[in-house]
């Protein structure tokens, strides 16, 4: 199949099948060489207008076609720059309710995490103050029976003869 889009290829290929076929009527001629010349000039000048003009319409389709090509890449960039702007429009909305939604549950939960804290503060305070009664009440009781342990001791130790004071039979001496 023959590719359109190498207009290089159009032109070499015009210009070879010129100079075959000048070649050809060159060898097969039944003029004389004068004649032959100025045929020969006359019909380069004139493929060679026609080369011209084939190339210089060549040339215009190109820019043409580079023309069009830029401004469909601007148009087609301009329309991409437009999209991107949009999509980041809507995240920007999407993270700004995102975090206003956010803030309304804290806002929300944060008077219930006070109460449970406060609740929980309270609950251990008292605690510690129970602890702390059962504890004077523990020493309290502690310091009666040590004080009547002493007590009974005093008692004792007035009340019992002096001889008395032997362990197994050997004596104890206080001091």
């Known amino acids: 199949m023959y590719d359109d889009r190498r207009g290089g290829s159009i032109f070499g290929a015009f210009l070879l099948g010129g100079l075959i076929g000048a070649a050809l009527g060159l060898l097969f001629a039944p003029r004389s060489g004068k004649e032959m010349r100025d045929m020969l000039a006359e019909k380069t000048g004139e493929y060679w207008g026609e080369a011209g003009e084939f190339y210089e319409t060549g040339k215009e389709k ?3 076609a580079v023309q069009q090509g830029q401004q469909t890449a601007s148009e087609k960039g301009e329309q991409l720059r437009a999209k991107i702007d949009e ?3 809507r995240l920007q909305d999407q993270v700004a309710q995102s975090a206003s939604a956010a803030k309304d549950k804290l806002a929300d939960t944060t008077p219930a995490v006070h109460a449970a804290v406060d609740k929980a503060a309270d609950a251990t305070k008292s605690g510690v103050q129970a602890a702390s009664g059962k504890a004077q009440d523990t020493l309290e009781f502690v310091a009666k029976k ?3 342990a002493g007590d009974d001791a005093v008692d004792s130790d ?5 001889a008395d004071k032997s362990v197994g039979g050997a004596p104890v001496t206080e001091g």
Do not use: L
């Not at 007035?158 to 002096?162: G, K, L, R, T, Y």
């Open 62 to 64: 190109v820019s043409q």
């Open 87 to 89: 999509a980041r429009g």
């Open 146 to 148: 040590a004080s009547a």
């Open 158 to 162: 007035e009340s019992a003869p002096a």
